[in-house]
């Protein structure tokens, strides 16, 4: 499982990809939506229940999180129908970065299937348990933040085209290929 941080930061970088006008409501439903898979821990966490399937990280569910949202957020057909598009765009980023981390499979076509799809290799370390006094909750952090933090800039970055060019952050590269050098040798 990724950090909680990660996936804000991915529902702050759908957020930033949008082309103006966007509406900063938009910012909190974006990041809503990059958390919205793990809100089966609620079940854990209120009622000690553990699912054995976790539908909430299935793309049907993803798909679901854009559909209401374009049904009852605010705006006219054209800006619903965007703000569903990139509503499931966030959710869906949940899903890519759980499967990074390459430790659980995930549901990912469920119904259609109930078998869970799991990477070979894990890129981004795991979130590891959360105690502030955790040190490899904090290493993890650090690198989960070295490999995804520039990749999301230069994303924001080429679809905005903003004067902060892809070349600039260039300069980034070294931490980058530090940060995913120390993931991948992690033991699993």
Known sequence: MSSFVGHVACGTAVYLSQTPPRLRWTLFALVFAA?????DYLALWLFHIRPELRVTHSL???FAIGVVGALILPGDRTTRTRTGAFLTLSACTHLALDLLVGVHPLPLFWPALTTGVASPIGILPSAGHLSVTNY????NLLIECGVLLPVL???VAVRRTTSL????LALLL????ACLGWSITLPR
């Not at 958390?35 to 809100?39: C, E, Q, S």
């Not at 060019?165 to 600039?168: A, Q, T």
Request: hydrophobic content about 55%; overall charge positive; aromatic content about 22%.
């Open 35 to 39: 958390v919205a898979p793990d809100f």
């Open 136 to 139: 490899y909750l904090w290493r």
């Open 153 to 155: 800039a230069t994303l």
């Open 165 to 168: 060019r892809v070349s600039k």
């Open 174 to 177: 070294p931490l980058w290929l």
């Open 60 to 62: 049907l569910f993803c």
